[in-house]
């Protein structure tokens, strides 16, 4: 396959994966989907298995299940809520679904896995690991993260789309920034920031979304692998965490399991954004500042 002609199927299929993404609540449509994509249903259809490992189906339900487990995990909808909000006619059909694709049923998976992020975040207290993190909680006299709750407005962004672990995307870093078009406008007022699609401990790492992104403005032409999206504005819950981008995730666990069932607000979108504030080139691991972001309803 002719390289130009792998990188218009690639930019299609992430052109519907964003789509099926956006409208993931929405009747299934695989018709307005190939309008989306430029293809025939049929030839979409070759395509996307091809090269993604899953049909479009597929595709569609295991996100609508990774959902539910995330909700499982950090909210307190009940199973029959989760399985009509996946699509499912009752809770049994859910229930079945969702055991094929995590071993257990959601009630046992919702207990398991609670016990386990709170044993994770006491030990985490325990060591002190969550450096200038808190939550806004001074209690005990443990080191606190502060939670803000800020208005931003919207982003626009050259961006790559990288799958896998979230640790593996140095690659895609390079070739953003390293594309002529992008790096003869990085300067000073250029964010790099990430937006993170998937929840490490409920999906599977080499099926992790995340687009690294950097700001543009409107004379940005795409191409070459690079696409443009608008991230919205609005009302984020935010932290700035300080330390090396392995401890992100377990301030993603106190955000979410911590402070947000004392918070009163309920997260929106179906990403977290993630605003590098130092240079990791040059800056030592446990000094890096990230600043994190978590759309509110």
């Known amino acids: 396959m002719k390289e130009t002609t792998r990188a218009a199927y690639e930019e299609a299929v992430l ?16 018709n307005g989907i190939a309008l989306v994509a430029g293809f025939s249903r049929f030839h979409l259809s070759r395509l996307f298995s091809a090269m993604t490992g899953e049909s479009l189906l597929e595709y569609r339900r295991r996100l609508l299940l990774e959902r539910a487990a995330h909700s499982l995990l950090y909210r307190r909808h009940s199973v029959t809520e989760l399985a009509f909000r996946a699509g499912y006619d009752t809770p049994e059909a859910f229930t079945r679904a ?4 995590y071993g257990v049923p959601p009630g046992e998976y919702r207990r398991k896995l609670r016990a386990a992020m709170k044993h994770r975040l006491e030990t985490i207290r325990a060591r002190s690991k969550l450096c200038t993190l808190s939550l806004s909680l001074h209690e005990g006299g443990r080191k606190n993260m502060e939670v803000k709750i800020e208005r931003h407005d919207s982003l626009k ?7 896998g672990p979230y640790g593996d995307c140095l690659e895609a870093w390079n070739r953003l920034c390293g594309a002529p078009g992008v790096a003869s406008r990085l300067g000073p007022g250029t964010l790099a ?3 993170c699609y998937d929840d490490p401990d409920v999906t599977e790492p080499d099926k992790i979304r995340m687009d690294v992104c950097v700001t543009i403005d409107d004379s940005f032409v795409p191409g070459g692998g690079i696409d443009v999206q608008t991230i919205p ?20 666990r106190a955000m979410y399991g911590e402070w947000l069932p004392k918070s009163g607000r309920e997260f929106g979108g ?14 030592p691991p446990e000094e890096n500042i990230t600043e994190i972001r978590i759309p509110l309803l």
């Open 15 to 30: 052109r519907v994966q964003m789509h099926m993404h956006r409208t993931l609540d929405d009747p299934f449509d695989p």
């Open 98 to 101: 969702f055991s094929k694709l």
């Open 157 to 163: 962004v050259a961006f790559i789309r990288h799958v």
């Open 193 to 195: 920031l990430s937006l």
């Open 233 to 252: 504005g609005g009302e984020f819950a935010v932290v700035v965490y300080r330390g090396a981008y392995e401890g992100l995730h377990d301030a993603y």
């Open 270 to 283: 179906a990403y977290s954004m993630e605003i590098y504030r130092t240079d990791p080139g040059t800056t």
